[in-house]
């Protein structure tokens, strides 16, 4: 049993990581900003705790993610406001970062997307560039911690239903439904060959348990 914090609790794929993770006995606290959410977040199993991480400063979040095992990052500002983005998606995804390695909450999974990083190639007077910007920095920072991470890059999000397969290697456009990327997540969870790693992905033909996992050393 593992004590799994998600940030972005009533997100599309939180909302379908938490019922995964308390299926397999995990104890779930899934970080909402909005009460009105916490009935829809407590159905799947998971513990709603209102908190509003665009707002807390690293010492309060230290106080949200103390007494887990891990965290996951799957809060977003939705887009079309580049300021909030940078606000969610960089900062408080940045301190976050900070306070699990300040709480000793070491296991740290991130949703990110597919071509993240400093040569995203997103030009500037695109409406994505906040965003690509945003999640390239986040990304880094996490890497450049000492928390024991992974980094999860699925491509286009649908809304399919699930299909337990996936390809890493060469995984074309990326396009993989929400339901597949929460599934993911909960794999990579358990297994620690993805510590350190940095995750590309869309839905394909390989089992997941299988595609997440390294084997060869």
Do not use: C
């Not at 408080?92 to 970062?97: D, G, I, P």
């Amino acid at each position: 049993m593992s004590r799994v914090l998600i940030i972005g609790g009533h997100g599309k794929i939180a909302l379908r990581l938490a019922p995964l993770l308390v299926e397999r006995g995990d104890v779930v606290t899934s970080v909402i900003r909005n009460p009105d959410h916490q009935d829809e977040v407590a159905a799947t199993g998971a513990i709603p705790l209102i908190a509003d991480v665009e707002n807390l400063d690293v010492e309060d979040l230290v106080t949200v993610v103390e007494g887990q095992d891990a965290v996951v990052w799957s809060a977003g500002a939705g887009g079309g406001n580049p300021q909030r983005t940078y606000a969610v998606d960089r900062d408080a995804a940045m301190r976050s970062m900070d306070a699990a390695n300040e709480a000793g909450v070491m296991r740290y999974v991130m949703v990110s997307y597919l071509g993240a990083g400093p040569d995203h190639g997103v030009p500037e007077d695109n409406s994505f560039f906040a965003y690509a910007e945003a999640k390239a920095a986040a990304d880094e920072h996490l890497r450049a911690s000492a928390l024991d991470y992974t980094i999860l890059q699925p491509g286009p999000l649908t809304m399919e239903e699930p299909t337990g397969l996936i390809e890493v290697v060469n995984p074309g456009d990326g396009r993989v439904s929400r339901a597949d990327v929460a599934a993911v997540a909960a794999a990579v969870l358990a297994d620690d060959s993805t510590v350190g790693r940095t995750i590309p992905f869309g839905n394909g033909g390989t089992s997941i348990a299988e595609a997440v996992t390294v084997t060869e050393v």
